[in-house]
């Protein structure tokens, strides 16, 4: 009994204090992260907002407001035991964390985990609403013009083709291929699929939104293209360009990632770690893989609280390049290292749930709301 009440004690067994961590962004990886080692340490999350807002769930709860009870988490409904701070962190030193709302928060391990910028609301009422708004958008309109044939505009065009099949869907895209962070055959597969779905793609044209004028969009080939409302889809920025004014300026690539070593730790510094899509890590962008560094993460911190010799920290091996796209709610498109499929395999692995009730349940909450 005696020796279960010391462990339960956490890291205040190893010291006087316990130790503190700040996670600086409560998206897919900082979440994860948070929810493991908040009985370990001291821990404070700096998110910019007061959900999780699960990201590739995003564009189903535009065309299905109700999706985004279950996909929109308060970071209150699964940590217990973490400080939550609903701001944007502006500059760390070597022993603190600053916030835009000019609290300070020191910290003995820091971890970053600002993925990419987005401007979404603060609150989860507010980002219901927002996702009401553009449901009532789509809805109202016969025309949309979708900007960006990224992974964030081709699942939008497909979810729209599919729940609303008499509206006309414009995609443009900048490049010369749709998805082009993956292989050229997922794009074929998924440019088929639009088309057969009467989406119009437009390619290797962009659209300067200052052209707009009553309901027309030019593009820069000089076409004109009608739509009643658009969707600005394009690739959204690192969240570190505020890194540049901070102690990590030098752990900075010239993409604006931070250099990490294999214990996802950011080079130069043995107690500030950097997961997710901020990190340079050879691999695909994909919140599974945040995911991993945010597990792998929490162990190697674990280790480090309980005063463990730093050289038992697990090293990371970067991931397989796997990417799943869903196509509208039953098919999607799957790119593995070897194989490219699409149809209803991958649409069965993601775009019915899109892993909702998955990443739910690796925060400890029921995968339903009942
Ligand atoms: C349309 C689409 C579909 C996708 N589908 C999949 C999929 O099927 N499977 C998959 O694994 N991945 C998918 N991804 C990729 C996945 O969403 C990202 O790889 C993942 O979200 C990265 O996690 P992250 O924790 O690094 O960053 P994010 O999830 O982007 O979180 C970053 C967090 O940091 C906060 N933040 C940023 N700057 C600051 C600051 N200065 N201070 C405080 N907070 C800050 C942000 O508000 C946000 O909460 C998809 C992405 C998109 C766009």
Known sequence: MCLLGSMAAGSEKYGNEKKKVVVIGGGAGGSLLAYHIQFSADVVLIDQKEYFDIPWTN??????????????INHSDY?????????TAVSITNTEVLTAGGQMFLYDYLVVATGHMESVPETKSERLSQYQAEFEKVKSAKSVL??????????????IAVDFPDKKVILVHRGPRLLEFIGSKASKKALDWLTSKKVEVILEQSIDLKTLSDGTYETSGGEAIHADCHFMCAGKPMGSSWLSETILKDSLDVRGRLTVDENLRVQGFKNVFAIGDITDIPEIKQGYLAQRHALLTAKNLKLLIMGRNENKMAAYRPGYPIALVSLGRKEGVAHFPFLTISGRIPGWI??????????????????TLT
Do not use: H, W, Y
């Open 79 to 87: 940590l217990s035991n973490v400080q939550i701070v609903v701001s």
């Open 146 to 159: 979708i900007i960006g044939g990224g992974p964030t505009g081709v699942e939008l065009a497909g979810e």
């Open 350 to 367: 993601k775009s019915r749930d899109l892993f909702v009730g998955k990443t739910r349940k690796q925060l400890g909450l029921k995968p």
């Open 59 to 72: 564009l189903r709860s535009v065309v299905e407001p109700s999706f985004a009870a279950r996909s929109v």
